[in-house]
């Protein structure tokens, strides 16, 4: 694929003319994240909030809602003691299966004296294929005779369907006003309950309308798609060009560290056992990427020990070709590590506090070969080790 500076830069001025503000991360998007089970944490959490034995104090303020989002608050009277379950096993003839969310009072293997029955089905992306009939028939048999079952079909957008088997469809967009209204006229102090409850139907909200980006956003990205393609196809390129470089400078180290502090025998994590001069390797060489977005670099790591005092050396390999390479302690405070830090500052410089604790730059470079940036690197380590100029690598 081609790529035109002028067009490319065209539509990164169109982007700096967006103002823009990403929505604040969600609770419950953190604990879903990269997880494709969305109903599952939702039925639970739900679960959570409808059990008014739970913690969060909130009574039976969400069942409420529920019924009378369902128009069914006159059907059932909620009274005393009564039980959630979870993926409740149901078998009957027309089909078997397990009812999401199934709340009942005195219902025991589909006998007893109970009065409530609800069986609550929840729908976040997957097709409706349960058995509804089964289910319903269930929540009637709890309900006992004389008392209406509810059944609930619980979806982000409506469902059109010419036969839901007796159930009810309620949006999670209705549910989530009848809970907002009465949490209004809650007479308690919010609780971090009642906080998480309102983040969970933000969330559901946000999984409505596909993501929490920018609607101007959106309609740029959407008018530019071919350029915006072109430019991230254009980055992704070169950052796997950096990574590579990053990835033979790091193989290049790690060449020189196991001919120092290695035996040429043992392997893994025992490979580098030799102790020179005081320090010893605290952990392989490696790669860190997280400094991609911020610098749009690739950084090789050494970790060498000494005592306590872990000293880290960070060769920043740039998009421009040019590299850069810091020294910093990692847990120890200035002072247990300034005499080490001072056998390879550069002349003038003193271990001081600079570009954040305990760090400082000891060398850098215009663009070079990876085996040149590497024997550099290597150079500066071999100067902390032995408290000697080091004129070569070897």
């Known amino acids: ?90 078998d009957c003839k027309k089909g078997k299966g397990y009812i999401d969310i199934f709340i009942s009072d005195n219902c025991v293997d589909e006998e007893g004296d109970g009065k409530l029955g609800i069986a609550l089905e929840n729908k976040i992306w997957a097709k409706l294929g349960n058995p509804l009939e089964c289910y319903c028939e269930q929540a009637r048999r709890c309900a006992g005779k004389g008392n209406s079952p509810v059944c609930i079909l619980l979806t982000l957008i409506e469902q059109k369907h010419d036969d839901l088997h007796g159930f009810c469809n309620v949006t999670y967009e209705e549910l989530a006003e009848r809970v907002k209204s009465k949490l209004n006229l809650f007479d308690h102090t919010p609780s971090k309950y009642t906080y998480l409850l309102v983040e969970f139907f933000e969330h559901l909200g946000t999984l409505k309308r596909g993501g929490r980006m920018d609607k101007e956003l959106i309609e740029f990205l959407q008018e530019n798609r071919k350029q915006v393609f072109k430019l991230t196809d254009a980055v992704d390129h070169a950052k796997k060009d950096v990574q590579s470089k990053a990835k033979q400078v790091r193989s290049r180290i790690e060449e020189y560290v196991k001919t120092f502090f290695g035996d040429g025998v043992r392997e893994g994590a025992d490979q580098y056992p030799r102790e020179v001069g005081g320090f010893t390797i605290a952990k392989k060489p490696w790669l860190w990427t997280g400094a991609w977005k911020d610098s749009l670099s690739q950084i090789a790591v050494v970790d060498l020990k000494n005592g306590d005092c872990i000293i880290a050396f960070d060769t920043y390999i740039y998009l421009n070709g040019k590299w850069e390479l810091y020294i910093y302690a990692r847990n120890k405070p200035l002072d247990e590590c300034r005499g080490l830090f001072e056998r390879i500052l550069p002349e003038g410089v003193t271990a001081e506090e600079k570009d954040g604790p305990m760090k400082y730059q000891v060398d850098s470079g215009a663009e070079m070969d990876a085996e040149e940036i590497a024997e550099r690197v290597w150079c500066k380590i071999r100067e902390l080790v032995t408290g000697e100029e080091c004129l070569s690598p070897a």
């Open 1 to 90: 694929m081609g790529y035109s500076l002028s067009e490319l830069q065209e539509v990164l001025e169109k982007f700096g003319g967006i103002e823009y503000e990403r929505r604040p991360t969600n609770f419950f998007e953190i604990i879903n994240r990269n997880q494709s089970h969305h109903e599952k944490y939702v039925s639970n959490a739900l679960a959570f909030f409808l059990d008014s034995s739970e913690s969060h104090g909130l009574g039976t303020l969400v069942l409420d809602a529920l019924l009378e989002a369902a128009n069914a608050q006159n059907k059932v009277v909620v009274e005393g003691d009564y039980y959630v379950e979870r993926e409740k096993n149901v």
